[in-house]
């Protein structure tokens, strides 16, 4: 059968230690079952034989060699089908010198450990196989029964109780045989059904799993077109914007004397929503800058990046009056340029909402449970609850009457928080915040303490 011919023509694995050790542990496993069987056996038995049941101990010995060579060596030298094959003729062949010894035909209960090489027979060979299992089994029987009519008798019968004895031999072992065929058949039916069932689910998922890929294969397309037009767009705005942002700028410095009062609120409007709109574009322009190009990782050290980022900012530190603390801080695995994207972003939010000649911003960091911490702490504004989540979004910001800072409104294109939460995420890290309104912001960034990933 199918079934039967793979397991008979399997390919004989490689040998390793691993196999040796294995074979060795189960013909390990089979001596110590048989020598504890054995003992047990002769201690249960030893007020009911009339002979010493040590005179099969050499047999029972040898059974016990017999399985730890066998189990070691026969797979190398014969392979797996003839390995089989020896190894159960042998067995019963000595099972039946064994129940010679132990009595011969008088000890018709012992007939029942035949059925274990039939079993045996069963599952490891095919239909057929526990078929001749049992008659050879049967044979085996017959031989002793007629060993017993000979001067080699342990114990001596008539030629009517061998002929019953052989035919029970024979009708039980058969009647064995069918058993363990007709639900071995059943399990071989139902192992070939699951295969089938696996089979075709692979069959499916394979399918199911191609059409997913080819899905995100033109979503990724997709998304890289809607990527290089919004690139395009924003970068062919850019220059007519910042022209227009020029001449109202030139407008309102060289007309202001002789416009009306309206005009000039207007034309003010004009350059401030400008140059937002101006802002905007620039950090989108980063944003698909900072994402899209490769960079290869490298140590980076926070404490260098923080230096850079604070030698940039101090005009601004200077103008607002701030004071700028700076702990010790680790080094992390990752890409410089977006790493040091990060740190400016931070340090550049906090320099914006301190109040003028009061801000205090702090700089901490460490290595805690295997994640490198930087934290930028700030004495500014705060941050109202509900907006904790969104300013991470792209586009997401507090709105202008609840960000003042010495009474004026602090504008913001909700693009730099965004990017830096897809930088730190990138490099397998977190974000997150802690404010208050009023009570300042504490902007806590994780990253991986160490490895290269």
């Not at 504004?381 to 792209?394: D, Q, S, V, W």
């Amino acid at each position: 059968m199918p079934d039967t011919a793979a397991r008979a023509t399997s390919p004989l694995p490689p040998e390793t230690p691993a196999n040796l050790a294995s074979r060795a542990r189960s013909a390990t496993l089979i001596a110590a079952a048989g020598l504890a069987t054995f003992f047990v056996f002769v201690w249960a038995t030893s007020e009911i034989f009339l002979f010493d049941l040590g005179e099969v101990a050499w047999i029972f010995t040898s059974l016990i060699l017999l399985n730890l060579l066998l189990a070691a060596t026969a797979p190398r030298w014969a392979g797996w089908r003839a390995a089989i094959y020896v190894y159960e003729w042998v067995q019963v062949i000595i099972l039946s010198v064994i129940l010679h010894r132990l009595g011969g035909l008088m000890m018709g209960t012992l007939l029942i450990t035949y059925a274990f090489p039939v079993i045996h027979g069963e599952m490891l060979r095919s239909d057929s196989w526990v078929f001749v299992t049992a008659n050879l089994c049967a044979a085996c029987y017959a031989v002793m029964a007629w060993v017993e009519s000979t001067a080699l008798s342990e114990v001596r019968v008539d030629i009517h109780q061998q002929v019953a004895f052989v035919t029970i031999a024979f009708l039980t072992l058969n009647f064995v045989a069918l058993y363990a065929n007709r639900y071995g058949s059943q399990l071989r039916n139902l192992a070939r059904h699951l295969q089938a069932k696996v089979a075709e689910r692979t069959v499916e998922l394979s399918a199911v799993n191609a059409e997913l890929a080819a899905k995100a294969r033109a979503l990724e397309e997709k998304q890289e077109e809607l990527k290089s037009f919004v690139y395009t767009v924003t970068h062919d705005l850019k220059s007519p914007l910042s022209a227009i942002l020029l001449i109202a700028d030139l407008l309102l410095q060289r007309e202001a004397a002789g416009l009306a009062a309206e005009s000039r609120e207007d034309l003010e409007r004009i350059v401030r929503l400008a140059g937002g709109t101006e802002d905007m574009i620039r950090d989108l322009l980063e944003l698909f800058r900072i994402t899209s190009q490769p960079e290869a990782p490298a140590w980076v050290e926070l404490g260098v990046l923080v230096e850079g980022a604070l030698e940039t900012l101090r005009p601004q530190i200077a103008a607002k009056g701030a004071r700028v603390e700076v702990g010790a801080l680790p080094r992390v695995w990752g890409q410089p340029r977006k790493l040091e994207h990060v740190v400016s972003n931070l340090l550049g939010n906090a320099v914006k909402y301190v109040a003028a000649d009061h801000g205090e911003i702090t700089v901490s960091g460490g290595v805690e449970n295997g994640s490198a911490r930087l934290s930028v702490r700030d004495n500014g504004i705060g941050i109202p609850p509900a907006y904790h989540r969104g300013i991470f979004e792209l586009f997401g910001r507090v709105p202008g009457q609840e960000q003042k800072v010495d009474d004026q409104a602090v504008g913001g294109t909700g693009v730099g928080l965004a990017v830096v939460k897809r930088i730190v995420e990138a490099h397998e890290g977190s974000v997150a915040v802690e404010s208050r309104p009023g009570a300042g912001s504490c902007f806590t960034v994780r990253l991986p303490a160490s490895g290269e990933g």
